[in-house]
């Protein structure tokens, strides 16, 4: 299996930026599919975005959709959520996933998670 460490949340104001890293370990990161999950406060955690093993395919929520880009750098073994545009209902810990599998965009399509960042944002 494959460690993610999430880090970069914090405390941001709407309209803001910030930028998510997950750090993977364990195994070969390009066997994996990547994604970002996120949960509110009260609410189901929800898939957020999604991208293959080269990068070259991504998969965003319709609520992110013009306002995140997932990305990766492979020889970094690292995974990434670029955030703009914040707004107060992306207030959430965010989590990374792994998938073995190509194309993943459900929570059970993935086999590995961290253990979540928080991200808040200000009205």
């Known amino acids: 299996q494959v460690q993610l460490v999430e880090s970069g949340g914090g405390l941001v104001q709407a309209g803001g930026s910030l930028r998510l890293s997950c750090a993977a370990s364990?195994?070969?990161?390009?066997?994996?599919?990547m994604g970002w999950f996120r949960q509110a406060p009260g609410k189901e955690r929800e898939f957020v975005a999604a991208?293959?093993?080269?990068?070259?395919?991504?998969y965003y929520a319709d609520s992110v959709k013009g306002r995140f880009i997932i990305s990766r750098i492979n020889y970094k073994s690292t995974l990434y959520l670029q955030m703009s545009s914040l707004k107060p209902e992306d207030t959430a810990v965010y989590y990374c996933?792994?998938?073995?599998?190509?194309?993943?965009?459900?929570?059970?399509?993935?086999?590995?998670w961290g253990q979540g960042t928080q991200v808040t944002v200000s009205s």
């Open positions: 996933a792994a998938s073995t599998l190509n194309g993943p965009r459900t929570e059970s399509d993935f086999n590995s």
């Open positions: 364990g195994r070969p990161f390009t066997n994996y599919a």
């Open positions: 991208i293959t093993w080269s990068g070259v395919t991504t």
